[in-house]
């Protein structure tokens, strides 16, 4: 009977994960001058724990701020945008903050220009909240430099 009862609330669990997950969304921001990008990247660099780089993948965040910026942005020829995640909080208490530093480079991986992103917040009623509220804050940031 424990085994069963392990096993229910187990999958409980994974189905409140993925729900939670699942209304993470980061929109595509508005351009403040269309050009054409060949990409996005969105990485981490160095400097973030293990624990909060698994924080950041449960909710797909990298992906999902790429997504966002390639959508806003003809494809073509033209310079690659890496955004690098180099700074990440997020507690149960306290601001959520994220810091990015962005790239843009040539087709031979010459940066050509390169500029700090930084978003703080305490608002959002839950973890995942606050954190879509940096990563959105973050790619309008990326869109309104470019």
């Known amino acids: 009977m424990k085994r069963a009862t392990f096993v229910v609330l187990l999958g ?6 993925l729900s939670a997950c699942a209304s993470f969304h980061v929109r595509p921001p508005v351009p403040s001058r269309q050009i054409v990008v060949s990409g996005f990247e969105v990485v981490y660099g160095n400097q ?3 624990d909060r780089l698994r924080l950041l993948d449960r909710y797909q965040v990298p992906g999902r ?7 806003s942005y003809p494809a073509g020829q033209g310079p690659f945008v890496r ?3 180099t700074q990440f909080r997020s507690g149960r208490w306290g601001p959520t903050r994220m810091h ?10 010459n940066v050509l220009a390169q500029f700090d992103t930084d ?7 839950d ?5 879509q ?4 804050d973050i790619v309008n940031q990326v869109a309104a430099q470019l």
């Open 12 to 17: 409980l669990a994974s189905m409140l994960t």
């Open 48 to 50: 973030i724990p293990g």
């Open 65 to 71: 701020m790429a997504a966002a910026l390639r959508a």
């Open 83 to 85: 955004v690098i995640l």
């Open 100 to 109: 990015a530093v962005v790239q843009v480079l040539d087709p031979a991986q």
């Open 119 to 125: 978003s703080t917040t305490i608002r959002g009623g």
């Open 127 to 131: 973890r995942g909240g606050r954190i």
């Open 133 to 136: 509220a940096v990563a959105q």
